[in-house]
């Protein structure tokens, strides 16, 4: 999985747990991030945060791949279920019981 914005190439490789953001036009990784599961879905950056999803939604500072929040549960019926969408100001995320949306951090 990956996603090119601006001069950034975000990429989630299948078989890791990792995050790379690389730039762009050389290759030359800018971070890595390992995270406790493997990301299904690059939802996108807005107000400079980059939300990733799997059975968890992320969001990471997109310049450091620092963890801003996250939503986790060990319960299946509160875990992610299909991709969610970002707008300008929320990422709404689906569950098995319920759709979320979650507010950006301004």
């Known amino acids: 999985r990956q996603m090119c914005i601006r001069d950034r190439l975000y990429v989630a490789p299948t078989d890791s747990r990792e995050l790379f953001c690389l730039e762009a036009r050389g290759g030359a990784v800018v ?10 879905h690059l939802l996108g950056v807005e107000q400079d945060t980059l939300v990733v999803a799997g059975r968890s939604l992320f969001g990471l500072t997109a310049d450091t791949g620092a963890r801003l929040w996250s939503l986790e549960s060990a ?12 707008t300008a100001t929320s990422v709404y995320w689906p569950t098995r019981e319920s759709l979320l949306q979650v507010e950006l951090a301004r």
């Open 31 to 40: 971070w890595q991030q390992t995270l406790g599961e493997r990301i299904e």
């Open 75 to 86: 319960e299946p019926e509160a875990q992610g279920y299909g991709r969610g969408w970002l």
